[in-house]
């Protein structure tokens, strides 16, 4: 048998996990890179050109929209890939990590953006509020149907981290079409630097929380939602287990839960049936189905105290 073979083989009883990333689709991923990318060169345009800081801001929105869906292309190309003997679990993290590089991006991004507000409340510039208007609503729609397509996976980190900034870009050209309709109408030109600022806190909020959970990921922290004692707890009312240590509960991927613990046994005799009981338990309970067990006998341990 193969390295690979080996690394994949599974057993009666084993897990089934796979070692490979879950499936976005590929079409859908190129797709809204195709319409994001394309529109958010429109917007930078026309910001430009209408002199709106505030479609300017949705165009870079929109630009680092495309990079997070690139980024969650790549990684779904990288996470497919079978197990090898470098990478023994295989590279799905790789789309955790290219969520985390993405949040980083966008909070230089809210910089950029609040930097050239400030400069604008100082030195207020004339809009074109027409151009805003109709890129921003043109925008908006571009947006919407992004974000519709990206909703039906909701499965991966990297494809929820892009819809999460859609959805703030969608907010954004929203905010554009508001600074566009009051300039139009005659109003004070310096609400397109303030819903800017706006825009700003919707792509900080969004990459708050895609870099909180990124970093949780790639530390191997127990899931949200998982009570670590009381697993423990579950586990030791097992009928013939003593006791449980050395209990370790992460992500494998955003979609699979791993969980490895030293099992103290009374009888080792009644292992098999001890471990079909820990496996039936955790998985129907808590949803954990990546499961390594290791058996010891509780006298070696109760001899020494």
Same mark, same amino acid.
């Given at each position: 048998?193969?390295?690979? $073979?080996?690394?994949?083989?599974?057993?009666?009883?084993? !897990? $089934? #996990?796979?070692?490979?990333?879950?499936?976005?689709?590929?079409?859908?991923?190129?797709? @809204?890179?195709?319409?994001?990318?394309?529109?958010?060169?429109?917007?930078?345009?026309?910001?430009?050109?209408?002199?709106?800081?505030?479609?300017?801001?949705?165009a870079g929105h929109m630009v680092t929209?495309?990079? !997070?869906? =690139?980024?969650?292309?790549?990684?779904?190309?990288?996470?497919?890939?079978?197990?090898?003997?470098?990478?023994?679990?295989?590279?799905?993290?790789?789309?955790?990590?290219? @969520?985390?590089?993405?949040? *980083?991006?966008?909070?230089?991004?809210?910089?950029? &953006?609040?930097f050239e507000a400030v400069e604008r409340?100082?030195?207020?510039?004339?809009?074109?509020?027409?151009?805003?208007?109709?890129?921003?609503?043109?925008?908006?729609? &571009?947006?919407?149907?992004?974000a519709k397509t990206l909703s039906h996976?909701?499965?991966?980190?990297?494809?929820?981290?892009?819809?999460?900034?859609? =959805?703030?870009?969608?907010?954004?050209?929203?905010?554009?079409?508001?600074?566009?309709?009051?300039?139009?109408?005659?109003?004070?030109?310096?609400?397109?630097? &303030? =819903? $800017?600022?706006?825009? %700003?806190?919707?792509? =900080?909020?969004?990459?708050?929380?895609?870099?909180?959970?990124?970093?949780?990921?790639?530390?191997?922290?127990?899931?949200?939602? *998982?009570? #670590?004692?009381?697993?423990?707890?579950?586990?030791?009312?097992?009928?013939?287990?003593?006791?449980?240590?050395?209990?370790? *509960?992460?992500?494998?991927?955003?979609?699979?839960?791993?969980? %490895?613990?030293?099992?103290?046994?009374?009888?080792?005799?009644?292992?098999?049936?001890?471990?079909?009981?820990?496996?039936?338990?955790?998985?129907?309970?808590?949803? *954990?189905?990546?499961?390594?067990?290791?058996?010891?006998?509780? !006298?070696?341990?109760?001899?020494?105290?």
């Open positions: 048998m193969n390295l690979e $073979s080996q690394l994949t083989k599974h057993f009666h009883g084993d !897990s $089934s #996990y796979t070692h490979q990333g879950g499936g976005t689709s590929k079409k859908v991923l190129i797709a @809204a890179v195709c319409l994001t990318l394309g529109y958010a060169l429109v917007e930078a345009v026309g910001g430009f050109l209408s002199n709106s800081l505030a479609l300017i801001s949705d929209d495309s990079a !997070s869906l =690139l980024f969650a292309l790549a990684a779904n190309l990288l996470a497919a890939r079978p197990a090898t003997g470098k990478y023994s679990f295989g590279l799905a993290k790789v789309e955790v990590l290219a @969520a985390l590089i993405n949040a *980083i991006v966008m909070f230089g991004v809210v910089g950029w &953006i609040v409340f100082t030195d207020p510039q004339s809009v074109n509020g027409a151009s805003v208007f109709i890129v921003a609503t043109v925008g908006l729609i &571009i947006n919407i149907v992004v996976d909701k499965d991966s980190l990297n494809t929820r981290a892009a819809l999460l900034h859609v =959805l703030g870009d969608l907010l954004g050209s929203v905010a554009a079409i508001i600074a566009g309709a009051v300039i139009y109408f005659g109003g004070p030109t310096v609400v397109d630097p &303030i =819903l $800017s600022i706006f825009v %700003s806190l919707l792509i =900080l909020n969004s990459s708050y929380h895609v870099l909180r959970d990124s970093v949780h990921l790639l530390l191997d922290g127990v899931p949200e939602g *998982i009570p #670590y004692a009381e697993v423990g707890s579950d586990l030791e009312r097992i009928p013939n287990v003593y006791a449980v240590h050395d209990l370790h *509960i992460w992500d494998m991927t955003p979609n699979e839960i791993a969980l %490895s613990a030293h099992v103290l046994i009374e009888d080792m005799n009644t292992w098999a049936e001890v471990l079909e009981q820990c496996r039936q338990m955790l998985e129907t309970r808590y949803g *954990i189905s990546h499961i390594t067990l290791q058996p010891e006998p509780a !006298s070696s341990k109760t001899e020494t105290h």
